[in-house]
C-alpha cells in the first residue's frame, strides 16, 4: 500500500491553484500573486512555500505525480449545506439497506431516519449517529465501499 501523501505534498496542491501559476517563475513575475490577501508574513510564507514547492531541483520541490489535491463546492474540506453530504449518504444507505433489515422499522435511530423524523433523530445524539455510520460503512471491502459511494454519487 503506498504511503501516505506528505503534509507538504497536500499542501502544495491546495496552495498552488491560489497563485494562478505552478512555476516559481510564474510567482516572482507577477506583481502579486495573490492580489485579495492582506501583506504580511501569512502570506509570504504561502507564496514562499509554493515557490519552493514548484521549483525543479529545490529540496522541497514536489513532483506533480506526488500531488493531491482535494476540493468541495466552498473552499473546504467538508461540504456542509443543504448536508453534509457524509451525512445523506448514510441516510440514502439505510432506507436502502431497510429491507434486508425490518427491525430498523421499530429501532433508533434507524426508526427516525426511515421515518425523516429529525427530533427523534436527534434525540439519538452522537450514539444514534454512529450507530448509523457503523451499520452503513461496515462489513465490506475498501472497494466494495468505493463501488458504495460511486453509485450513490451517480444517482443521488
Not at 461540504?79 to 425490518?102: G, T
Request: charged share 20%.
Amino acid at each position: 500500500m503506498p504511503s501516505a501523501p506528505s503534509r507538504r505534498a497536500v499542501l502544495a496542491v491546495l496552495l498552488a491553484p491560489c497563485l494562478s501559476g505552478s512555476a516559481a517563475a510564474q510567482v516572482q513575475a507577477q506583481s502579486d500573486a495573490l492580489p485579495s490577501w492582506n501583506d504580511g508574513a501569512v502570506k509570504k510564507s504561502i507564496t514562499d512555500f509554493v515557490a519552493r514547492v514548484n521549483t525543479q531541483g529545490a529540496p522541497d520541490f514536489v513532483p506533480v505525480a506526488d500531488r493531491i489535491a482535494t476540493f468541495d463546492n466552498d473552499g473546504t474540506l467538508w461540504s456542509e449545506q443543504p448536508v453534509y453530504f457524509q451525512l445523506q449518504f448514510a441516510f440514502d444507505r439505510i432506507k436502502a439497506m431497510a429491507p434486508q433489515h425490518p427491525e430498523w422499522k421499530t429501532k433508533q435511530p434507524f426508526k427516525a431516519v426511515l421515518d425523516k423524523d429529525i427530533k427523534a433523530l436527534a434525540a439519538t445524539g452522537e450514539k444514534g449517529l454512529l450507530q448509523i455510520t457503523a451499520a452503513t460503512h461496515a462489513g465490506m471491502t475498501t472497494e466494495e465501499f468505493t463501488k458504495t459511494v460511486l453509485d450513490w454519487i451517480a444517482a443521488a
